[in-house]
């Protein structure tokens, strides 16, 4: 029996329903006849990690990656806004800058995603030596794939982190796939968060199509996090349900392990276990759902009807506001 609150469940079980909609609509958009644009990278089959996100206060700090929409809608952001951050509206999120590679939300304290792998990790660490020098309660959380766990930024990071006793919570969402390699291709010595004893923090792996198991270890490493107690990663065994983007076709992959996956759907799970408890009802249920496509159908709506951004708007949101004014050709520019 989880621990987890009524409330909490249903609200992490609305969540995992909205970002499974507003993928399947971005999902569908980009592969229509007139696609969005960029590339669409999504995070169907990953929804449990909705519930890591759930456990960070206010004043947490979320650092993202380029399959950022779970985290992002799990920390509030409005869909409209991310939708037509998608669409490069001047309404997005960004003034549709960013697309989704490299979406901020400073509002809730998301501080970036970035289609650099490996790039969040040491972003993550100085977010929380900020927090920390500043004598705050607050932690950050930074997620990363598999793929990233092999870089060299993402292990300095962690070293780094350690050495100082940083606030931060590593989340690696280990869904096999790096691109096109398997995870066997790329990674040595077992699961990711074996390694964390060599750097001197508690590491702790979970099924991550779990919701339950996902929240109840990430409120309980940010416990000890938020304690003084250092650093702390938590990895999360899932899988990765569409192709690395909207345009891969995923021929590498055997259809019999994505079906193997898709009998563990995360929400699938869920559902049927907060059915059991007695959590939610069938119709609770049937109107989380119908709120979810209403939600997503509003967003869509919302992107479609914003305007595109205007060409002069190119250089706003690039110079401090120390400066004013961009640099004359020749002079150093303050980002």
């Known amino acids: 029996m989880a621990t987890i609150d009524a409330d909490e469940r249903r609200e992490i079980l609305r969540l995992m329903l909205l970002v499974r909609a ?20 999504l995070s169907t ?8 996100v759930r456990v960070l206060r206010e ?16 920390r509030q952001v409005d869909p409209g806004a991310l939708m037509a951050e998608l669409m490069g509206k001047a309404d997005g999120l960004n003034r549709g800058k960013s697309g989704t590679l490299h979406l901020v939300a400073p509002q809730v304290n998301v501080l970036m995603t970035s289609t650099v792998v490996g790039a969040g990790a ?11 020098y500043r004598g705050e309660a607050a932690l950050t959380m930074v997620f990363f794939g598999d793929g990233a766990a092999a870089e060299g930024s993402v292990h300095e990071a962690m070293n780094l982190a350690s050495v100082w006793k940083l606030p931060v919570l590593f989340v690696c969402e280990n869904n096999h796939w790096a691109g ?3 995870l066997e291709a790329h990674r040595a ?6 390694r964390a004893a060599g750097y001197g923090m508690p590491g702790e792996v979970v099924d991550g199509n779990d919701a339950d198991a996902v929240h109840e270890a990430a409120a309980r490493l940010s416990a000890g996090v938020r304690g ?3 650093p702390a990663l938590l990895e999360l065994v899932t899988y990765r349900m569409h192709g690395h983007s909207e345009t891969d076709p995923q021929r590498y992959v055997d259809p019999a392990e994505l079906d193997a996956w898709r009998a563990r759907d995360p929400i699938r799970l869920y559902r049927e276990r907060l059915l059991a408890d ?31 951004p205007a060409p002069e708007g190119a250089l706003d949101d690039v110079w401090s506001a120390r400066i004013g004014v961009p640099p004359a050709p020749g002079e150093a520019a303050h980002a």
């Open 22 to 41: 507003f993928e399947d609509a971005v999902s569908e958009m980009a592969r229509g006849d007139e696609p969005l644009p960029g590339m669409q990278i």
């Open 45 to 52: 089959g990953q929804e449990a990690a909705v519930a890591a």
């Open 59 to 74: 004043d947490d700090v979320l650092v993202s990656n380029h399959r950022s929409h779970t985290h992002l809608l799990a």
């Open 122 to 132: 040491p972003m993550a660490v100085g977010a929380a030596f900020a927090q920390q």
């Open 180 to 182: 096109a390699q398997r």
């Open 189 to 194: 010595g077992g699961s990711m968060a074996a």
């Open 228 to 230: 003084g107690a250092g």
């Open 278 to 308: 007695g959590v939610v009802t069938a119709e609770g249920l049937a109107a989380l759902r119908e709120r979810a496509r209403e939600a997503v159908a509003s967003a869509v709506a919302f992107a479609e009807a914003s305007p595109d």
